[in-house]
């Protein structure tokens, strides 16, 4: 076990090496000169401007710049933005929040596709059955920021039960909105993941010797079914979590929630290039820890998967 | 495993565990019928896709989009560029069954020539990552070892990066000149591993079948088989993938013109542009964001309903769980 997790950081050492070359890349072959943007509509004091350039090591050719990037990042320090903060109190500051967004977005995810699924998958070919798949391709093609909107108008503006925006208070009851909009983003897989491994489990052996011990429904489909169909469905919420929390610029935006996707395209769009890369960096690795325990967490539920090489 | 023994009260008879011989004659089980067409995988999937009404329903609106996108003069008359502000925001009227924008544009027309730009977009990206990841996966799956390690690894990089916002650092870059290729590009770059880890796998299953070694002991080369029995045997899920992938490169294109890195709102007309546009608006005339929504959303739905039906049919497993 111990031997498969270090195997699995070590593979993911030339990964991290490799996203950040490519976003430090991209970053430094963004056109204009990020530093301008600090002066204003004045023109910049020539010494003022060589003094920050050589402060942000931006006179340095490519290859300097992302090595002396590379060491700060191993030792734990993300740089310092150009507006002048730490790019590490950034992180600080929004991570939080984005967290708080994605465990109250996964939580209805996973309210919504259990007992959704469930039902589709004991009733296959039903009314209920029928109806889920038509609600989760249509929620499937629905693009993101349409869920928003229709999310914004409907239960904001119209409605009245949120507020619109989130803004600086991320109270519970302000990110609720936008959780539920992220989690049916993601719902329909897991709803139609749920569905297949429950019809799965219930045409297995065991369920039918359940049955013929003479067990009622009522103990064999939440003990016997819906429990052994919880793995792939478990690992798909694993999935998701690790894409909403990398994921939600779109949603984080409409809804002016000051989390990590949205301090990722502000910073994107004014050129901020250590917060960008910063942000990228931590995303790329979340990712793949994210990966890592989702096929722990694999092996965990199922005593059948080992992980012997 | 039938799916009639799940009940609690469900019964089971059988009496006879093998076929009487008057049920299943000996030699009509053996017999190599030679005047019956030798079906495979692509005849029996298409005589599964033409009893589905999901197939005719999205091939029909694919169709039908396809048409808008390339004849967009059968629809409407009305230029989607002349805009008169007296109009802006009115309701629909004579010529404009949709209403009318902020700036006074025909929503109806504006909607029908963004059709050729959403659907270009999405046909380059796929024309992009299909042939870049049948590329990786098949020479990945088959060769193996080192070059799967390489081309694997090289895949996880480009996955691992979130890639609306790769594609919004592209974009940047790209500030100035932005058109349909470059679009395209930004999204497709971090799109391809997806279809070559599909197609790898499924590679990686087909080359130990026995046919594969048949044409070995033929002495085709290594090359040969790879695209005279591999590739084709291994491509039904790439095809799927790349069908549901045309829905969600719309949807990028779309995101990203929302986002205001897309295409110049002033030389491209785009359904993400005018959503974009709209959304100031929403909670007095919420029409203008509506509708271009619905149109983007009813094609990324065909495609997707297409993918289904395509998956459905090419992989019998997925057909048992129905």
Known sequence: MLYYIGRRLLQAIPVLLGTTFIIYFMVFAMPGDPLLGLFGDKAPNPALLARLQEQYALDQPFFVQYLNYLGNLVQGNFGISFSGQPVNDILARTFPVTLKLAVIAIFIEMVLALTIGLISGLRKGGIFDATALVVSLLLISVPIFVLCFVGQFFFAVQLGWFSPTVGSDTSFGKLLLPAIVLSLFVVATAIRLTRASVIETANADFVRTAYSKGLSRRRVVPVHILRNSLIPVTTQLGADFGLLIVGATVTEGIFNVPGVGNTLYQAVIRGERPTVVSFVTVMVLLYLVVNILIDLLYAVLDPRIRYVK | ?322
């Not at chain 2, 902020?102 to 504006?110: F, P, V």
């Open chain 2, 1 to 322: 495993m039938s799916s009639d023994m799940t009940g609690a009260g469900a019964t089971r008879s059988a009496s006879h565990f093998v076929a009487s011989v008057e049920d299943a004659p000996i030699d009509s089980v053996d017999a190599v019928k030679l005047d019956e067409k030798p079906s495979n995988l692509w005849i029996d999937a298409w005589r599964d896709l033409r009893t589905r009404p999901m197939f005719w329903i999205s091939l029909g609106l694919i169709l039908l989009i396809l048409t808008v996108a390339l004849l967009p003069t059968l629809f409407t008359q009305t230029d989607p560029r002349a805009c008169d502000l007296a109009n802006s925001l009115a309701g629909p009227g004579p010529g404009a069954p949709l209403g009318y924008t902020k700036q006074g544009c025909d929503i109806y027309s504006r909607i029908i020539d963004g059709t050729s730009t959403s659907l270009s977009v999405g046909l380059i990206v796929i024309l992009l990552t299909t042939v870049t990841g049948v590329l990786f996966g098949a020479l990945a799956g088959f060769f193996g070892g080192f070059v799967d390690t390489v081309f694997m690894r090289l895949g996880d990089i480009f996955f691992s990066i979130p890639y609306i916002l790769a594609a919004v650092v592209i974009m940047s870059v790209f500030s100035e000149n932005r058109n349909i290729v470059v679009i395209a590009l930004a999204i497709g770059v971090f799109a391809w591993p997806t279809t070559a880890r599909v197609l790898r796998s499924e590679v990686l299953r087909v080359k130990n079948a026995d046919y594969i070694m048949a044409a070995e002991a033929t002495g085709l080369s290594k090359m040969g088989i790879l695209l005279k029995h591999v590739l084709p045997n291994s491509i039904a899920p790439v095809i799927v993938v790349t069908t549901l992938s045309l829905g969600a490169a719309i949807t990028a294109e779309a995101t990203l013109s929302f986002l205001g890195v897309g295409l110049p709102p002033q030389d491209y007309m785009s359904w993400g542009n005018e959503i974009s546009a709209a959304q100031r608006d929403l909670r007095t005339d919420p029409q203008t964001l509506i509708y271009p929504s619905i149109a983007l959303t009813l094609t990324v739905l065909s495609f997707i309903l297409l993918g289904e039906a395509l998956r459905d049919a090419l992989d019998p497993k997925a057909r048992a769980l129905r």
